[in-house]
């Protein structure tokens, strides 16, 4: 089970993190991204992170701003998102798969969580 938090409303140009829990040891090896959804668009990959959290991969709007990281003791990812925009207003969902190929399929998914960016 995967259990995403963090979500707000924030203004313009602020910052938020989001946290993914998951429960159970074999997460620790699991791949693990982010992606959102915005009311009437396609769902966004957002941010990846492998197991050892060294490989993270980011979406094109999103590099240089958001930070993906994991702490396998805590069985937490994070998503640090900075310079937040107007656009990034979306329900974030974060996803996790035994594999490691980052655009394979997630086959475990959080309730998702809202973050709202006022401009």
């Known amino acids: 089970q995967l259990q995403a938090s963090g979500g707000g409303l924030m203004q313009a140009g602020g910052s938020l993190t989001l946290s993914c829990t998951a429960s159970g040891r074999a997460f620790r090896s699991y791949t693990v991204a982010w992606f959102r959804q915005a009311p009437g668009k396609e769902r966004e990959f957002v941010a990846a992170s492998r197991w050892s959290g060294s490989n993270t991969f980011y979406g094109d709007s999103v590099k240089g701003r958001f930070t993906i990281s994991r702490d396998n003791t805590k069985n937490t990812v994070y998503l640090q998102m900075t310079s937040l925009k107007h656009e990034d207003t979306a329900v974030y969902y974060c996803?996790?798969?035994?594999?490691?190929?980052?655009?394979?399929?997630?086959?475990?998914w959080g309730q998702g969580t809202q973050v709202t960016v006022s401009s």
């Open positions: 996803a996790a798969q035994a594999g490691s190929e980052i655009s394979g399929n997630y086959g475990y």
